[in-house]
């Protein structure tokens, strides 16, 4: 039944032009993604998001286009929504170093976004394959959790490259070790209960770090490889950008804060990614997989104050139509709702929660009225062809996960959209 009965003329376009889907299963036949090679055409990065994290339909589609992107169209990385410094380990995994149960353990602190199966599935595919496929983290460490997984390996290069910075940033060590947690939503919290001489020395210290990497890098490479150097200088500056974060979040809890400045996490990891485009070499295609909020390409708005300038933005930015954004969304079942509890593990607790009716002027709600199924849709052939807005009005703000990409300019925000009509919290979340 359509879910409202007058016109629509996106949801007209869509019936004439969204691509039907056959199925969600990652290992089957991939012959009916065929028109999705002609749909990103020459783009270096291919961004596929997801409404809410810890969905399943989102993860196992996913799975299925990292797949065709590598096997037809000759995709050669997959970057995360994971730590940059983390992440290093991973491909290490994913070219056949360890054994096939070492991967529980590199992930048994991670939250559980769908990193592991992806792995797994590049692990078997790099076994035989003439050119493997690499794996790139792109995010603050731990999620903003805790800085010591950037921390500690930068300390390890600094104890042969520059001992004398030691005290230092064993000392951001130390602070950073009292208010870690597993992610943002715990460790935010906890560095707000610091005492502020706290908090400044730790800024003080990573940005002097920071500072003296840049300027004494002559001596720095005089000591060491350029490699070594790019990777302890990118872990620190995450931890700086991780730093920068907790005093954003702070302010925003206090309704104090400056204008998007939790921006900081999301232009972290759009560098991370040129950071890899430009260091693995010509040819170097990137799947990219991150929330949708963080892949759009329009600022992410809330009660008419701007809040973010996501990675995607940067990206297109940098790369124009060389980055394309493939927002996922769902009409109906049931969504992962985050809510903060400090006593959880991540810091937060999963709702799993029924979908409400698709909002009036939401790309869903256009789905629901062509009555589509597994589909998806390229936006950028819509934007040419459908007149005015396409009834894509902005609906009421619900500062809510699974809705924070709605209330943009959705031809703008994203090149397709990738409808499953149904979606089922997994199994695996804690609750």
């Given at each position: 039944?359509?879910?409202?009965?007058?016109?629509?003329?996106?949801?007209?376009?869509?019936r004439?032009?969204a691509?039907?889907?056959?199925?969600?299963?990652?290992?089957?036949?991939?012959h009916?993604?065929?028109p999705?090679?002609?749909?990103?055409?020459?783009?270096?990065?291919?961004?596929?998001?997801?409404n809410?994290?810890f969905?399943?339909?989102?993860?196992?589609m996913?799975?299925?286009?990292?797949?065709?992107?590598?096997?037809?169209c000759?995709?050669?990385?997959?970057?995360?929504?994971y730590?940059?410094?983390?992440?290093?380990p991973?491909?290490?995994w994913?070219?056949g170093?360890?054994?096939?149960?070492?991967?529980?353990?590199?992930?048994?602190?991670?939250?559980?976004?769908?990193?592991?199966?992806?792995?797994r599935?590049m692990?078997?595919?790099?076994?035989?394959?003439?050119?493997?496929?690499?794996?790139?983290?792109?995010?603050?460490?731990?999620?903003?959790?805790?800085?010591l997984p950037a921390?500690?390996?930068?300390?390890?290069?600094?104890?042969?490259?520059?001992?004398?910075?030691?005290?230092?940033?064993?000392?951001a060590m130390?602070?950073?070790?009292?208010?870690?947690g597993a992610?943002?939503?715990?460790?935010?919290?906890?560095w707000?209960?610091?005492?502020?001489a706290?908090q400044?020395?730790?800024?003080a210290?990573?940005?002097r770090?920071l500072?003296?990497?840049?300027?004494?890098?002559?001596?720095?490479?005089?000591?060491?490889?350029?490699?070594?150097?790019?990777?302890a200088?990118?872990?620190?500056?995450g931890?700086?950008?991780?730093?920068y974060?907790f005093?954003?979040?702070?302010?925003?809890?206090?309704?104090?804060?400056?204008?998007?400045?939790?921006?900081?996490?999301?232009?972290?990891?759009a560098?991370?990614?040129?950071?890899?485009?430009e260091?693995l070499?010509?040819?170097?295609?990137?799947?990219l997989?991150a929330?949708?909020?963080?892949?759009?390409?329009?600022?992410?708005?809330?009660?008419?104050?701007?809040?973010g300038?996501?990675?995607?933005?940067?990206?297109?930015?940098?790369?124009?139509?060389?980055?394309?954004?493939?927002?996922?969304?769902s009409?109906?079942?049931?969504?992962a709702?985050m809510r903060?509890?400090?006593?959880?593990?991540?810091?937060?607790?999963?709702?799993?929660?029924?979908?409400?009716?698709?909002?009036?002027?939401?790309?869903?709600?256009?789905f629901?009225?062509a009555?589509l199924?597994?589909?998806?849709?390229?936006?950028?052939?819509?934007?040419?062809?459908?007149p005015?807005?396409?009834?894509?009005?902005?609906?009421?703000?619900?500062?809510?996960?699974?809705?924070?990409?709605l209330?943009?300019?959705?031809f703008?925000?994203?090149?397709?959209?990738?409808n499953?009509?149904?979606s089922?919290?997994?199994d695996?979340v804690?609750s």
């Amino acid at each position: 039944m359509p879910a409202s009965s007058h016109h629509n003329p996106f949801a007209g376009w869509l019936r004439g032009h969204a691509i039907p889907l056959t199925h969600l299963d990652p290992e089957a036949p991939l012959h009916d993604l065929e028109p999705l090679r002609d749909v990103v055409g020459g783009a270096r990065v291919v961004a596929i998001g997801e409404n809410s994290h810890f969905i399943s339909e989102f993860s196992l589609m996913r799975r299925r286009i990292l797949r065709f992107l590598v096997e037809h169209c000759g995709f050669t990385v997959l970057a995360f929504e994971y730590g940059f410094s983390e992440g290093f380990p991973l491909d290490a995994w994913a070219q056949g170093e360890g054994t096939d149960d070492d991967l529980s353990a590199h992930l048994a602190a991670a939250i559980p976004v769908g990193v592991d199966e992806p792995l797994r599935w590049m692990r078997r595919h790099n076994a035989t394959a003439s050119k493997p496929v690499r794996f790139a983290g792109i995010d603050i460490p731990a999620a903003g959790g805790s800085l010591l997984p950037a921390l500690a390996p930068v300390a390890d290069y600094l104890r042969q490259i520059d001992p004398e910075t030691l005290p230092a940033i064993q000392t951001a060590m130390r602070i950073a070790e009292s208010f870690a947690g597993a992610s943002a939503a715990s460790a935010a919290p906890a560095w707000t209960r610091l005492a502020t001489a706290e908090q400044d020395a730790l800024s003080a210290i990573l940005m002097r770090l920071l500072i003296r990497f840049r300027a004494v890098e002559a001596l720095y490479l005089s000591r060491g490889d350029q490699r070594s150097y790019d990777i302890a200088r990118r872990r620190l500056e995450g931890a700086c950008h991780a730093d920068y974060g907790f005093r954003a979040m702070a302010g925003l809890y206090a309704g104090n804060g400056l204008t998007a400045d939790t921006s900081a996490r999301d232009v972290y990891m759009a560098g991370s990614v040129l950071w890899h485009l430009e260091r693995l070499g010509p040819g170097t295609r990137v799947v990219l997989a991150a929330h949708n909020a963080h892949i759009q390409k329009v600022p992410i708005s809330f009660n008419g104050h701007l809040t973010g300038l996501p990675m995607g933005q940067h990206l297109h930015r940098v790369l124009g139509d060389e980055y394309f954004a493939l927002g996922l969304t769902s009409t109906t079942g049931h969504t992962a709702d985050m809510r903060p509890d400090e006593n959880a593990r991540f810091g937060f607790a999963i709702d799993n929660t029924a979908l409400e009716a698709p909002e009036p002027g939401s790309v869903e709600v256009a789905f629901a009225d062509a009555d589509l199924g597994l589909s998806i849709a390229d936006l950028r052939q819509a934007r040419q062809e459908v007149p005015g807005d396409a009834g894509l009005t902005p609906g009421p703000d619900r500062i809510r996960i699974q809705s924070a990409y709605l209330h943009t300019p959705v031809f703008d925000a994203f090149d397709g959209i990738l409808n499953t009509p149904t979606s089922t919290v997994a199994d695996d979340v804690e609750s």
